[in-house]
């Protein structure tokens, strides 16, 4: 079993900035992918980065984003630390959601977080 914590969600004005940190404990692969979805009301879980083919030795790996946030999000990865983070800038309202984080083989990965509130109101 792996278990996944989200932290860094809040309250923040359009064009704010804010850094989603989820930490990773259980039977951990340093090679798991590890991605970022969010869910708005009334509206479907959604993918918005992911990070996988993961080098181990460095953290570094292939990421994508989706459409609607490129540019604006970044996805990194500690492996040492088993965190990955998204860097959310230029905050719009409708990145307003619960944001959940992702890891296991393949996206989605079979493990899921608890989710974190964004909230992006003036």
């Known amino acids: 079993q792996v278990q996944l914590v989200e932290s860094g969600g809040g309250l923040v004005q359009p064009g704010g900035s804010l850094r989603l940190s989820c930490a990773a404990s259980?039977?951990?692969?340093?090679?798991?992918?590890m991605g970022w979805f969010r869910q708005a009301p009334g509206k479907e879980r959604e993918l918005v980065a992911t990070?996988?083919?993961?080098?181990?030795?460095?953290?570094?790996?292939?990421?994508e984003y989706a459409d609607s946030v490129k540019g604006r999000f970044t996805i990194s990865r500690d492996n040492a630390k088993k965190t990955v983070y998204l860097q959310i800038n230029s905050l719009k309202p409708e990145d307003t959601a619960v944001y959940y984080c992702?890891?296991?083989?393949?996206?989605?990965?079979?493990?899921w977080g608890q989710g974190t509130q964004v909230t992006v109101s003036s």
């Open positions: 990070i996988f083919n993961i080098d181990p030795t460095n953290s570094i790996g292939t990421t």
């Open positions: 259980g039977s951990f692969s340093g090679r798991n992918a």
């Open positions: 992702n890891a296991g083989i393949g996206v989605p990965g079979a493990y």
